[in-house]
């Protein structure tokens, strides 16, 4: 469990993981120099629970705590939990029963905020599926998602592989992690089951607005992507695409926000290179994606005025 400034969400969260009918685990609550009193926090429940170990490192990163959860963690299986989110009694159970015979298990969870909360599961109920079957539903149906906390992974495999979290990629670090994983096993299990909670909350990196520092660590997810791509088997062909069309749209929208910002004309231009690049191998690309990459790359400046101004008339016709 990474842990950075969580404190107003670690009461509930702990009492959760102690409430799970599965017992045997351990906790690594790997404290990332928060400044916060989570410390406290974590020191009191290891003092109550053995099963909670507390280890204070320097502030570096999500992906850094998680590596230093890989490199401690002593069980057969790893599971990763936000420290901002909680877990129903039988998440573990029911992931540890479905790992059996399977090298990976993935849940649905649920999608909470202050007005609704919303149960988020597979829609073709539970199935056992080739790793090569799957990269469908990860990669283009959007049915499973590239999130560490809702699956079940063997620690043997990810040791032996040596995977860790990418530390330089802080958006689609999750999915490149996975995508190393994937590609040393065999047989996946679906659960159609919701057991996890996730809190999406004012101070949640998807509910953050757009600034010069986040987009700079947006635009990793450009190198996220590009390492997905290598990652994907040949025969995987249709995904390819699809994802060279995603880092497209995407790498052509960030490049539009660095007009925003303070950013230099040399990081303009290799990022623009970069997304030409794709483009030159990216084939049966739709009309409409491919009038929107033109206008990225081309008229950033005119596309981001014209939207502003198409904002103020719809304010004005709301009023």
């Known amino acids: 469990m990474p842990i950075y400034n969580s404190s107003a969400f670690l009461d509930n969260l702990f009492l959760s993981i102690q409430n799970q009918s599965f ?9 990332d120099g928060s400044t916060d009193d ?6 009191n429940i290891t003092e109550k629970d053995k099963r909670f170990k507390y280890i204070k490192k320097e502030n570096e990163g999500v992906s850094s705590a998680r590596n230093t959860g890989i490199e401690k963690a002593k069980g057969k299986f790893l599971a990763f939990i936000d420290s901002d989110d909680y877990i129903l009694e039988n998440h573990i159970m029911m992931m540890v029963k479905g790992i059996e015979n399977v090298d990976l298990v993935t849940t649905g969870y649920f999608l909470k ?4 909360c919303r149960k988020k599961v597979l829609p073709n109920g539970n199935m056992v599926i080739k790793t090569s079957n799957f990269y469908q539903y990860l990669l283009m149906d959007y049915s499973v998602f590239s999130f560490p906390w809702n699956k079940l992974y063997r620690k043997s ?8 979290f990418n530390k330089t990629i802080y958006y689609g670090e999750d999915l490149v992690f996975l995508m190393e994983y994937l590609s040393h096993v065999k047989k996946i299990r ?9 809190l999406n909350h004012d101070k949640s990196v998807s509910s953050q607005k757009i600034n010069q520092k986040n987009l700079i660590s947006r635009m990793t997810d450009v190198k996220a992507m590009k390492q997905t791509l290598r ?10 695409q699809f994802i060279k069309q995603r880092l497209l749209l995407e790498g052509s929208y ?3 926000l660095t007009f925003l910002f303070d950013f230099s004309n040399k990081e303009k231009a290799e990022l623009k290179s970069q997304i030409i690049e794709v483009k030159k191998n990216t084939t049966n690309i739709s009309i409409t994606n491919t009038l929107k990459i033109l206008s990225n790359l081309y008229f950033p400046r005119f596309k981001i005025k014209l939207q502003n101004t198409l904002k103020k008339i719809s304010l004005k016709m709301e009023r």
């Open 23 to 31: 017992i045997d685990f351990e906790v690594l609550l790997i404290d």
């Open 157 to 164: 495999i990810i040791d032996s592989q040596g995977i860790f």
């Open 190 to 198: 679906l659960l159609k089951t919701a057991n996890y909670v996730y």
């Open 254 to 256: 960030y490049y539009k």
């Open 231 to 240: 990652l994907l088997p040949q025969e995987c062909r249709i995904e390819k």
């Open 113 to 116: 905020d202050e007005n609704e």
């Open 38 to 43: 989570s410390q406290i926090k974590c020191i």
